[in-house]
């Protein structure tokens, strides 16, 4: 109860924001109307998603274009990105005048660059600029059945698809049709041709919704510690870290296993520091990079993360690992084209040992990947090369 009166004091104070924007911008700042203002965000804490990869192409080689990226001042990537562009603060005012004013709001996450939270966004849209764009990057290659996506709940005017597949199943399945859903490739993909060789096994599980700690920013209390350490994904993945086998085989091949939670779970990245050692390392988002790790790891296990198409996009192998499928199912996505079995880049495990006996064959043989996954890869993606960005700008460009 008090969270959610909590959430309506935070939506009307983000209303009146909005409103006195909007007076400012009519009464005083009515030349932004006139600029062409590309607002550019993911998560506002953050700047290592499709989003930040867009706008740092946008900065090197469109440096003409008024492009600002939206992020908060105390993210630990806020140099980054201010370093190269121009940086707004999330939520300020500035926010609010820009997004208002904004000719493209463009975003990786369904809500685009918009001020949180976002329950108001649709009930307050005649307040934005006539012709602006919404345009969505994604966070990642959708694979199950996402209702919160459709057209009717979100009204895109250029969806960025990442695969021949998904670009298929979202045109059957989505409501949109080819004029606004382009198959171009995420930005994010450019950077993955720079991916390096090496013996690091990167263990990357997804998000579970059941077990999200109410304050994602902060380590979980006691009571949350104690349901996570109950639930089958904590005994699955706590089993495979604690394994021997896996770690004489780590000793044996020089080789270091990073373990890194999901964003919405990192509150419960303590409950595994005890099986770090000098081969295991449990990482977190404040001190490791998403796509450095991809990119520097040469297997991936994951579960359910769509962080493996990402993995594959570079050729390299990897493992479903899925001790709690059953539940997993039962408060997340329905399935929807995509089938581990049939169309996965690696094989299904459900016991740690059998993943633990994967990996080390794959270490004895230097980490090659099996032909028949190479196979489904290659058919997968048609389109492998660093010119997403470019196909992105291009397109957004279009859409006058």
């Not at 001790?323 to 199912?329: F, G, L, N, T």
């Amino acid at each position: 109860m008090i969270n959610r009166i909590q959430h309506y004091f935070e939506c009307g104070i983000s209303s009146i924001k909005m409103i006195l924007a909007w007076m400012v911008l009519q009464l005083f700042q009515k030349g932004l109307l006139n600029q062409s203002i590309w607002l550019i965000e993911e998560k506002r804490t953050e700047a290592r998603d499709n989003g930040y990869h867009l706008f740092s192409y946008l900065c090197r080689k469109h440096s003409e274009l008024n492009s600002f990226y939206v992020i908060t001042k105390n993210s630990v990537d806020y140099q980054k990105v201010s370093s190269i562009g121009n940086v707004i603060d999330a939520e300020s005012f500035q926010h609010y005048l820009y997004f208002l004013a904004a000719k493209y709001n463009i975003g990786s996450q369904p809500y685009g660059a918009a001020p949180q939270p976002t329950s108001w966004n649709n009930r307050l849209r005649h307040f934005y600029r006539k012709d602006q764009k919404l345009v969505f990057l994604q966070h990642g290659i959708i694979k199950d059945d996402l209702p919160m996506l459709y057209y009717e709940n979100t009204h895109y005017d250029l969806f960025v698809s990442g695969a021949k597949p998904e670009y298929d199943y979202i045109l059957k399945k989505f409501g949109y049709t080819q004029k606004n859903l382009k198959l171009l490739g995420l930005c994010r993909f450019d950077n993955l041709h720079n991916s390096t060789s090496g013996k690091t096994i990167l263990v990357m599980p997804t998000f579970r919704k059941n077990l999200v700690a109410k304050d994602r920013e902060k380590p979980a209390n006691e009571k949350e510690i104690h349901k996570f350490k109950e639930s089958s994904f904590y005994q699955g993945f706590s089993k495979l870290l604690r394994n021997e086998r896996l770690r004489e085989a780590l000793n044996c091949y020089d080789s270091k296993l990073v373990f890194y939670l999901h964003y919405s779970l990192q509150s419960f990245t303590d409950c595994f520091r005890n099986f770090g050692d000098e081969t295991i390392i449990i990482a977190d988002r404040l001190h490791y990079d998403v796509q450095q790790l991809l990119m520097d790891s040469a297997i991936l296990v994951t579960d359910f993360s769509s962080v493996f198409f990402d993995f594959a996009y570079m050729g390299k192998p990897e493992v479903y690992f899925q001790p709690d499928e059953k539940e997993y199912r039962e408060y997340h996505y329905s399935k929807g084209y995509f089938d581990y079995y049939t169309d996965g880049f690696g094989p299904v495990f459900f016991d740690p040992m059998d993943t633990v006996e994967y990996l080390i064959n794959l270490l004895c043989n230097n980490c090659e990947i099996e032909k028949q996954y190479l196979d489904r890869i290659n058919s997968f993606f048609t389109i492998r090369d660093n010119h997403n960005c470019e196909r992105t700008f291009q397109a957004i460009c279009d859409l006058e």
